[in-house]
């Protein structure tokens, strides 16, 4: 029988650097609702995981000046995305909320507007792929 193993736990614990930025930058604070202010702290939370092993924000402060660091932690937040199945309509919410509780930080600007979130090529509506039902092109990506 196999043994899965994997590295990622159930729950990804917050750092006290985490913890403060949440209680100094409130969602009234920052003119968020409540829920895009946590889809925001989850994509930041877990995007931070996934590049550094943990989640102190002060390693992407650090980090964010550097060449490619942008494109790295946009890849990593399509990651998240993926694997929290969030719609297009959540996934730009959550971004624009972690935007806005970046921003409101001293993280460099530059890197706030380089992260974006990468969306998969739309498919021309004169490819042979377009005319296939919906559930076969499921099972082929």
């Not at 060449?67 to 730009?92: A, H, L, P």
């Not at 993280?107 to 792929?129: A, L, R």
Request: with cysteine; aromatic share 12%; glycine share 4%.
């Amino acid at each position: 029988m196999n043994e899965y193993i994997t590295e990622e736990p159930a729950y990804i614990c917050e750092s006290d650097e985490i913890l403060l930025l949440r209680k100094v930058h409130s969602h009234s604070s920052l003119g968020l609702q409540k829920g895009h202010w946590n889809s925001g702290f989850t994509l930041l939370i877990q995007t931070l995981y996934i590049t550094y092993g943990d989640t102190l924000y002060s390693n992407l402060v650090k980090n964010a000046d550097k060449y490619g660091e942008s494109e790295t932690f946009s890849k990593n937040m399509k990651e998240v995305i993926r694997t929290n199945q969030w719609g297009k309509s959540t996934s730009y919410t959550a971004l624009n909320a972690l935007k806005k509780i970046l921003s409101s930080t001293d993280i460099n600007e530059g890197f706030i507007t380089k992260i974006t979130i990468y969306q998969d090529k739309k498919v021309s509506k004169y490819s042979p792929e377009f005319c296939l039902p919906s559930n076969y092109n499921k099972y082929e990506r």
